[in-house]
């Protein structure tokens, strides 16, 4: 459940093994020739794995409309096969619609995707008009069969989904506090400090992953606005505390280390000279205790309908964040004490919002509480207000048809030239290269991880073939398995999606009785070829570079960045902005996009250093200006409403100059250097705000610190980030 939220690859790699055998058993059945059998169970794959809507509705109506599409193509891809020129032109033709189309919705690209495997399905199996009656049966077989297991075998609802990736965010949950707890009890001394800190920065990674995927599936899987905005909300709130904590963990046990993010990029905590004072040492077993009795009270499973002892944990927890039960130790000590007590409160949110038919008991101060923050605050959606700025290039849609066209054709000629009968090797090759790519080194990228997967395919299918001889059973259940581990881990690793589709091919022709070494060859030359081909055409027709494209996804990512601080202020200081949360989900699932752009230049085999070093400099420093940008925001969803500090003269102006710095720096990024403006720096934070003046409350002057806090380690890392990308600061020597 932890390591495959929602269950998602699993029934994935189930859904397409089940529908290719309930359509290999219904064609065998009717005694069909093997060229239709593997018609056949290509059709299934491709039916099954490429609708991409969410709720059955939309999925039946695009399995309906697959089905004559799939056919049509069929026909003509059939009627061609003998006319090798015409076929190609065709084929070349219908590559270029297929992609084209994808601008019109999802419905469009799962369409264009049965157009493409329709008609590579005719030329690999070499199907002829006399063959349609049969190959029609096929298609029906294949798309009933899908459907079966989709809507009855293992028909998996967005409602159900949803619950499966809550009970994984609480899973990856208490992990990250399993990786805090070996933190906290190994201290900066233990052997093991930068692996268990390691540890501890993956599990907060997978725990941020989860929360973004139960984001995606909120529409779909939520019975209404309100309700989709309130787990929001509390998803948001139980992983920013998680974070905190561990930050003020690892901050108390390396009082020497300046740590304010879970960032895997940028420098490691020196262990040299830091440990925690004799006081905190002695009150670090009642903190492990701490964590422990929070593992407990993230624990799987729903709680019974009387409050448990697991919730009496997370209750006197709340004790600590309203400053009942806090020991006499240093303020680092304090602070974690207080995050802990924030953490329980989160759980406590979180499992009122995600079981919320599970009644707690009248009687109790806290379930009355969060039943009325529920009430009041679960009104409307999370929505994202920052515009889109124009586009004044060609559509990604248009250059990929453009490009996967060409290379198609170029793939064609070339393959043709290699093998007259293996040359859809290298058009399929080309075809999936481009496939969730936007650019140069992207597809360089993704090829590479292809060939390597392609060659250990067939190094493997010949150890296989070997093994098990002649036998038919063993290679025909290899061949499952490997369509299984194709669809399973195609999320994961396209290196080993590679692997396993060479290795099905493998034990295909083993079944055919017509592996040699000389056929696995052909392949590895028509993969190399198809992914020469993908490469070429994209770096001459409407080449999309990467630079140009992580420029872009950068200053998105400040344009939201600024948006969810505005916002977050405005909302400190008592004025009504709506949700919070929503952008700066959105803020999150930008920066996912450039974490997944810059992935040519920091990739292994990427020759540019010096770009390599840039570039994880400037993702460790939006990380960490998103972390705490982040924080501020649920800070400010979640303050009392008593409370109004972003009306200190002090705040307003740093608001107003982050916010400069930040116009500046997005406007140097949009003009590929700008016009030399510097960034301001500040005057530096004062010890506390007007809101934390003697005689004011503990927990408004605890607010006013969270804030200023987060805003100046947020201002740190734009300065930071400015002169990375070579933009100079005021004041800078």
């Not at 905005?229 to 992983?239: P, S, Y």
């Not at 964590?291 to 697991?310: F, H, K, Q, V």
Request: proline share 6%.
């Amino acid at each position: 459940m932890a390591s495959d939220p929602g269950l998602l690859r699993l029934l994935s790699a189930l859904s397409t093994v089940c529908a290719v055998l309930l359509t290999l058993g219904t064609l065998a059945a009717l005694h069909a020739p093997v060229p239709i059998l593997v018609a056949g169970a290509l059709t299934a794959m491709v039916s099954t794995v490429a609708v991409i809507e969410r709720r059955p509705h939309d999925q039946a109506l695009t399995l309906a409309a697959g089905v004559p599409v799939a056919l049509a193509v069929m026909a003509v891809g059939s009627a061609l096969t003998p006319y090798r020129v015409p076929a190609d032109v065709v084929f070349v033709v219908l590559i270029f619609a297929a992609l084209h189309i994808r601008r019109l919705g999802p419905r469009a690209t799962t369409l264009g995707v049965f157009a493409f495997q329709s008609y590579f399905v005719t030329q690999f199996v070499g199907t002829r008009l006399a063959q349609l009656p049969d190959l029609v049966l096929a298609v029906l077989a294949a798309f009933a069969g899908s459907a079966l297991v989709r809507f009855a075998i293992l028909r998996g609802p967005p409602e159900r989904t949803l619950a499966r990736l809550h009970r994984a965010f609480r899973l990856r949950l208490g992990l990250a506090l399993d990786a805090l707890i070996e933190v906290a009890e190994g201290g900066p001394q233990a052997p093991r400090a930068e692996r268990a800190i390691d540890d501890l920065r993956r599990q907060a990674a997978r725990l941020h992953t989860c929360a973004l995927m139960i984001q995606s599936w909120l529409g779909a899987g939520a019975p209404g606005q309100g309700v989709a905005a309130t787990i929001q909300r509390r998803v948001a709130e139980a992983e920013t505390a998680v974070e905190r904590l561990a930050i003020l963990v690892m901050r108390l046990l390396w009082p020497g280390a300046d740590i304010d993010t879970l960032t895997r990029h940028l420098t490691k905590i020196r262990r040299a000279g830091s440990c925690p004072g004799a006081q905190d040492a002695a009150r670090l077993p009642e903190l492990t205790a701490q964590l422990r009795a929070l593992r407990a009270a993230a624990g799987p499973g729903r709680p019974r309908p009387a409050w448990t002892e697991r919730a009496e944990v997370g209750d006197r927890r709340l004790g600590d964040r309203d400053n009942v039960h806090l020991p006499d130790v240093s303020p680092a000590m304090r602070d974690v004490f207080r995050s802990a007590g924030e953490v329980a409160r989160a759980l406590s949110g979180l499992r009122l919002a995600v079981d919320g038919h599970t009644p707690a008991p009248q009687d109790s101060p806290e379930a009355a509480r969060w039943t009325e923050q529920l009430d009041a605050k679960g009104a409307g959606p999370a929505r994202d207000d920052v515009p889109r700025p124009e586009r004044t290039h060609v559509r990604p849609t248009t250059r990929t048809a453009f490009q996967v066209a060409t290379g198609s054709a170029l793939a064609i000629g070339g393959g043709e030239l290699l093998s007259p009968q293996r040359w859809y090797w290298a058009v399929f090759t080309c075809w999936v290269v481009f496939i969730s790519t936007t650019s140069t080194g992207e597809i360089l990228v993704r090829g590479y991880r292809r060939l390597v997967g392609t060659v250990t395919g067939v190094v493997t299918g010949l150890a296989l073939s070997a093994l098990i001889g002649g036998h038919t059973w063993p290679a025909f259940a290899l061949a499952i398995l490997s369509v299984f581990g194709m669809y399973y881990t195609t999320a994961v690793s396209y290196t080993l999606m590679s692997f396993f589709v060479t290795t099905m091919i493998g034990m295909l022709y083993t079944l055919l009785h017509a592996l040699t070494l000389g056929v696995l060859v052909v392949r590895i030359e028509e993969t190399a070829l198809g992914i020469a081909c993908g490469l070429a055409s994209a770096l001459l027709v409407l080449p999309a570079r990467t630079r140009e494209r992580t420029d872009r996804l950068l200053h998105d990512v400040l344009e939201r960045l600024r948006a969810v601080l505005s916002r977050s202020l405005a909302r400190v200081a008592g004025e009504p902005v709506g949700d919070l949360l929503g952008p700066a989900r959105a803020l999150d699932s930008a920066l996912d996009n450039l974490r997944l752009a810059v992935q040519p230049l920091i990739s292994p085999i990427s020759p540019l250093r010096s770009r390599r070093r840039t570039a994880l400099a400037v993702l460790g420093l939006l990380e960490t200006a998103a972390l705490h940008t982040r924080s501020l925001a649920t800070t400010a969803e979640l303050m009392p409403a008593g409370i109004r500090i972003g009306s200190d003269p002090y705040l307003v102006d740093e608001a107003d100059r982050i916010d400069r710095n930040l116009s500046t720096l997005i406007v140097q990024v949009a003009g590929g250097g700008g016009d030399g403006t510097a960034l301001e720096r500040g005057s530096g934070t004062p010890a506390r705000l007007s809101v934390g003046a003697d005689g004011t409350r503990t927990e408004h002057a605890y607010a006013a610190r969270r804030v200023l806090r987060h805003l100046q380690r947020v201002d740190e890392s734009i300065h930071s980030l400015a002169r990375v990308l070579g933009t100079s600061v005021r004041d800078d020597p």
